[in-house]
């Protein structure tokens, strides 16, 4: 059997880069580090990490070996949860990566409710770009990742996906309402805009559309937070994309007003729930997702506009 010290020291090596970075998470002399690696390697017969420009990566050999690591890892979580489940779900993890910052916003009632429901789990949630995300979840740092305009990668196993289209968000009484079709970027490019950061899901389908529209989009104010975009139109200075389940209550208000976007890439956005692929679920995080689906309302249905809500 593989030393499982050796194993922790080799991940968190490619995690973190840096053998001296390893020791000290591990709280380790970096020699001791080094013979640990070393030894497992002459075990294996073969080199398992190797430095490269950008700090230590592993071999083809060592992420055959961490994979086994990760997936023994995830088995004995499992194991663990469903002897948890026995004595009636009291205790477990559930770490949850948010793609976009308004998901954040839209997921606190229901997580509220769920950790109401279950008090012995503890909920760890992380806010990341969409792409970060996702790599929370290849790397076995999350269980669940909430995602908008999520990448097309194997490694996903989505559990719902809904059409929540990124729309153009308006002052109320702005010109561009009068229009009647659905708009292209041109007519948008026009006006004062806000974008919201290149991490996100929501900039990347924007700059996708410019980009295949051959539109020049220029940011008035470029910003990382959904409360500063809303407030940008909100207080009339210009427009911005968001999806129509981020704005319920202004729209409900009065205070801005919607507008369906032309490209096919922003009228068709997706969002997904989604898990990765090949690791079992725990308990704790089969309950999370099963809660989420029934009582987070992005990933119970389309966007409201789509059902002629």
Wanted: net charge neutral.
């Amino acid at each position: 059997m593989l030393n499982p010290k050796a194993l922790t020291a080799l991940n968190e090596i490619i995690r973190r880069g840096s053998l001296r970075r390893a020791a000290r998470h591990l709280n380790l002399d970096p020699s001791a580090v080094s013979r640990q690696i070393k030894q497992l390697e002459e075990e294996v017969g073969v080199a398992l990490c190797e430095r490269s420009e950008t700090g230590m990566r592993a071999t083809q050999a060592g992420v055959l070996l961490l994979d086994h690591f990760h997936r023994q890892q995830a088995a004995e979580a499992a194991a663990l949860s469903q002897l948890s489940a026995l004595q009636g779900l009291r205790s477990g993890e559930v770490r949850i990566a948010v793609g976009e910052g308004f998901i954040a916003d839209l997921i606190s009632l229901p997580l509220q409710s769920f950790m109401a429901r279950h008090p012995g789990i503890e909920v760890v949630v992380r806010m990341a770009g969409v792409n970060e995300a996702t790599e929370l979840l290849r790397d076995f740092e999350v269980d669940i990742a909430l995602l908008y305009a999520p990448p097309v990668d194997p490694i996903l196993c989505c559990h719902v996906e809904t059409c929540q289209p990124l729309d153009l968000i308006v002052p109320a009484e702005h010109p561009l309402l009068e229009i009647a079709e659905p708009l292209t970027l041109s007519q948008v490019a026009q006006w004062p805009l806000a974008l919201i950061d290149e991490c996100t899901g929501m900039r990347q389908m924007v700059n996708q559309a410019a980009q295949q529209e051959r539109v020049s989009l220029r940011a008035q104010l470029r910003t990382n937070s959904v409360s500063v975009l809303k407030n940008f139109v909100r207080s009339g200075i210009g427009v911005t994309f968001m999806p129509e389940l981020s704005v319920v209550e202004e729209l409900r208000r009065g205070d801005i007003c919607l507008l369906p976007m032309q490209h096919p890439a922003l009228a068709t956005t997706r969002a997904q729930m989604c898990t990765r692929r090949g690791r079992e679920m725990t308990v704790a995080v089969e309950a999370c997702v099963t809660h989420l689906q029934q009582g987070l309302r992005f990933f119970t249905a389309d966007a409201p506009r789509l059902l002629g809500k």
